[in-house]
């Protein structure tokens, strides 16, 4: 089951941030947060995982709260090409686990 | 990263048929799973595909109808058996623990499009 909360949908402004919230109340302490989107017609694509420090990469940006119980994703500057899906996972650190998807958020970035 | 490429990408399918879809990786991959993602909805674990024996498989999948191969570690294939208009979906093949990829991250090919008529 998933085990994460994510709003439905939502549209920014393209050049601004995008602001991505995802609540997963019932973490585990081994288990990190993970996040993928998926551009129409696309398999999904990796963007970036955490435990409890926030990460960075050329991608974006993870912010997990002290509790871990939420985690926003930051797409700093969002292109029209960052209009997707975007999929919140809890997962454990491990070969052999998989991911369980939820619904994820429809991102819509506007001109 | 790695490279998952997935044959056919897309194809229609007459009911009744089956269909076997491949997925190669060009580099050995510790784990291999197949997804399903209905249109309009998210992606759903069909099984894990294991490196010579039987695959696991989620509940509601069933080997008769998603018969699975992997013959080594870095190829597998999904077959759709007996199709009909139902089965219409996205297969995504996923892998994780490659030799170029650190801490286990799963990665997804581009998937096959399924259309039965």
């Known amino acids: 089951d998933a085990k994460t909360t994510q709003p439905p949908s939502m549209d920014c402004a393209e050049g601004r941030a995008a602001n991505l919230p995802c609540n997963h109340s019932?973490?585990?302490?081994?288990?990190?947060v993970y996040w993928y989107r998926q551009i129409h017609s696309q398999g999904p694509q990796y963007i970036i995982h955490?435990?409890?420090n926030n990460e960075t990469n050329e991608m974006a940006s993870l912010i997990i709260t002290e509790d871990r119980k939420s985690s926003t994703l930051i797409l700093p500057h969002a292109t029209l090409r960052d209009t997707a899906v975007y999929y919140c996972?809890?997962?454990?650190?491990?070969?052999?686990?998989?991911?369980?998807f939820g619904g994820g958020t429809r991102v819509l970035v506007k001109p | 990263s790695a490279v998952i490429s997935q044959k056919p990408s897309r194809d229609i399918c007459q009911r009744g048929t089956s269909l076997t879809i491949q997925c190669q990786v060009d580099s050995q991959v510790t784990m291999m799973f197949w997804y399903r993602q209905q249109p309009g909805q998210s992606l759903t674990l069909i099984a894990t595909a294991n490196q010579g024996s039987e695959a696991t498989y989620e509940s509601g999948f069933v080997i008769d109808k998603f018969p699975i191969s992997r013959p080594n570690l870095t190829f597998s294939t999904l077959t759709v058996s007996n199709m009909s208009p139902e089965d219409s979906s996205i297969y995504l093949c996923?892998?994780?623990?490659?030799?170029?990829?650190?801490?286990?991250?799963?990665?997804f090919g581009e998937g096959s499009w399924l259309t039965v008529v």
């Open positions: 996972i809890v997962r454990v650190l491990a070969a052999g686990n998989k991911l369980t």
């Open positions: 996923s892998v994780s623990g490659t030799e170029v990829i650190s801490g286990n991250t799963i990665y």
């Open positions: 019932t973490i585990s302490g081994n288990e990190y």
């Open positions: 955490g435990l409890k």
